[in-house]
């Protein structure tokens, strides 16, 4: 997993929308959903978990896309359409990041795997733990301080 210390900065496709993070992950995923699977034309998408106070925008407006409430707010760039990041209602103190947008692709393997009951077949990640859906919440405690002894 990454050395990498933050801060951090990644940006859109195009670059015209650009994001800073001042704090390390708090959890990596992967989710397979259907949704997901069709937002990212590929068989799951990538997240990093960061404290919303750690994330910032640093150029561009972004736009919401996907899903836009009541639970989550897809951002996306509005020039490029990349999506960028989201924002769930239950977890207003974390912001979900697609780690791949990092200048180095830092924070991408996941830790936690999502959404495995519409997982394609032959996609495999090497993730520790795995759930048809989401984690209950009460395992949510415990999987960040698992994820934080790790790294």
């Known amino acids: 997993m990454p050395e990498d210390q933050p801060p951090l900065s990644g940006a859109c496709r195009c670059g015209n929308t650009t994001f800073n993070v001042s704090a390390p992950a708090v959890m990596t995923s992967a989710c ?6 069709r937002m990212s034309a590929s068989a799951y998408s990538l ?3 960061f404290p919303a106070a750690a994330f910032q925008v640093t150029e561009g407006t972004p736009v919401k896309g996907g899903i ?7 951002y996306f760039c509005p020039d490029c359409k990349t999506w960028m990041f989201t924002r769930i209602t239950a977890l207003p103190e974390l912001v979900n990041v697609r780690p791949t ?4 692709p830092v924070w991408t393997e996941p ?11 032959w996609a495999d990640t090497p993730a520790r733990h795995r759930y048809a859906g989401y984690p209950p919440p009460e395992e949510f405690a415990h999987l960040l301080a698992d994820f934080a002894a790790a790294h």
């Open 32 to 37: 397979h959903c259907r949704g997901c699977q």
């Open 47 to 49: 997240s990093a978990l």
């Open 68 to 74: 836009q409430g009541p639970d989550l707010d897809h």
């Open 101 to 104: 947008l990092f200048q180095d």
């Open 111 to 121: 830790f936690i795997e999502t959404m495995t009951a519409e997982k394609l077949p």
